[in-house]
């Protein structure tokens, strides 16, 4: 069982940036593929960024590439979303969630965090 727990969220006006970290425990994470999620009100969750075990394989999702960046550091267990030039259309709960494989969908991840808001002002 692995635990997920995101912080860094917030309030951010347009153009601003936030650093989303994923910490988890119970595991060690080094051999599972990472990935962070969104879901803004009244729409389905989609991928945003993921990253494979090793930190070479990253994704991004068109609506952010340049902007943001998935990282990792297995000592301590933590990935981490850097994210720039925010748009309000970032506004969503993002979610980190834990995998075998640095896929897309949610069916390849199989441990969740609750999720941490981000609101971008316009």
Known sequence: ???VVESGGGLVQSGGSLRLSCATSGRTIYSYAMAWFRQAP???RESVATIGSSGSRTYYADSVK???TISRANA???VYLQMNNLKPEDTAVYFCAVGF???VTEGGYIYW???TQV???S
């Open 113 to 115: 965090g609750q999720g």
């Open 66 to 68: 340049g902007r943001f």
């Open 1 to 3: 069982q692995v635990r």
């Open 76 to 78: 301590n267990n933590t």
């Open 101 to 103: 494989a640095p896929v």
């Open 119 to 121: 609101t971008v002002s």
């Open 42 to 44: 009244g729409k389905k």
